[in-house]
Nanobody
Framework: QVQLVESGGGLVQAGGSLKLSCAVS????????MGWYRRPPGKQREFVAA???????DYADSVKGRFTISRGNAEDTINLQMNNLRPDDTAVYYC??????????????WGQGTQVTVSA
């Protein structure tokens, strides 16, 4: 199974910026898309952004214009640049990947999560 390693979380003041990164540590036959979800305190996990194999991107309405998802310099890595952060962006952020494994079966993996805290 594909394993994902996240980095870049932390504490920042409102209006500040953070960059999250996610790297695939075990390869698959084909990565179809990668993305980010988040779980705010006391709430369910929610979609944040995604990028397909061909580079198409999608964002939650709440982060459009502030967050940018992109592919990293290394193969099978993605970044999430978060600007103009707000206290309601506080959450555990999870990287995910939709892929076809080496037995040609579709599957999904999740990272362990990284905490982002935005103070007022």
């Amino acid at each position: 199974q594909v394993q994902l390693v996240e980095s870049g979380g932390g504490l920042v003041q409102a209006g500040g910026s953070l960059k999250l990164s996610c790297a695939v540590s075990r390869s698959a036959y084909r990565l179809d898309s990668m993305g980010w979800y988040r779980r705010p305190p006391g709430k369910q996990r929610e979609f944040v952004a995604a990028i397909t194999r061909s580079g198409l991107t999608d964002y939650a309405d709440s982060v459009k214009g502030r967050f940018t998802i992109s592919r990293g310099n290394a193969e099978d890595t993605i970044n999430l640049q978060m600007n103009n952060l707000r206290p309601d962006d506080t959450a555990v952020y999870y990287c995910n990947a939709d892929y076809v494994d080496n037995t040609r079966r579709p599957d999904r993996s999740w990272g362990q999560g990284t905490q982002v805290t935005v103070s007022a």
